[in-house]
């Protein structure tokens, strides 16, 4: 073999060998993270109400949560480039600006309309989104 296959194999071993000694020494006891079934279980229902009733619960929640608190987690990824309250950064400011507005913007950018010298980010970043979450979006920074 020559040298930098002989690397390539080492590392692979050593990268191989730190996951598994991690794995084995993260802290948790494998046991008690999948062992709850029967009589455990039945205690995890009746203290938390089940997979269903937690799924249920945060439905109803979100269902209940005006447009503006919906909109706040949906924010968190435009966070990086508009700020944690709108105040900008590398995208311009939101502040201050009115639901509508942002809401136009939003549309703009989904439809592929240049609005600026990031628009080409915003295309990408508006065709991720649905009309609901650009309505709660814009409730949301309508709040700053």
């Given at each position: 073999?020559?040298?930098?296959?002989?690397?390539?194999?080492?590392?692979?071993?050593?990268?191989?060998?730190?996951?598994?000694?991690?794995?084995?020494?993260n802290g948790r006891d494998a046991a008690s993270v999948s062992s709850c079934y029967g009589?455990?279980?039945?205690?995890?229902?009746?203290?938390?109400?089940?997979?269903?009733?937690?799924?249920?619960?945060?439905?109803?929640?979100?269902?209940?949560?005006?447009?503006?608190?919906?909109?706040?987690?949906?924010?968190?990824?435009?966070?990086?480039?508009?700020?944690?309250?709108?105040?900008?950064?590398?995208?311009p400011q939101l502040a201050g600006q009115s639901a509508d507005v942002i809401l136009d913007?939003?549309?703009?950018?989904?439809?592929?309309?240049?609005?600026?010298?990031?628009?080409?980010?915003?295309?990408?970043?508006?065709?991720q989104l649905s009309d609901s979450d650009m309505e709660n979006i814009s409730a949301y920074?309508?709040?700053?």
């Amino acid at each position: 073999m020559n040298t930098p296959t002989i690397n390539i194999v080492l590392f692979t071993v050593f990268a191989f060998s730190l996951s598994v000694w991690a794995m084995q020494h993260n802290g948790r006891d494998a046991a008690s993270v999948s062992s709850c079934y029967g009589d455990c279980y039945k205690e995890y229902e009746e203290s938390n109400g089940g997979v269903v009733a937690i799924a249920q619960a945060q439905a109803a929640a979100k269902a209940e949560a005006s447009p503006a608190e919906l909109g706040k987690g949906i924010y968190a990824g435009c966070v990086a480039c508009h700020g944690p309250n709108g105040g900008g950064g590398v995208g311009p400011q939101l502040a201050g600006q009115s639901a509508d507005v942002i809401l136009d913007k939003l549309q703009r950018y989904g439809n592929g309309e240049t609005l600026g010298p990031q628009s080409a980010l915003m295309w990408s970043q508006s065709a991720q989104l649905s009309d609901s979450d650009m309505e709660n979006i814009s409730a949301y920074v309508a709040t700053f």
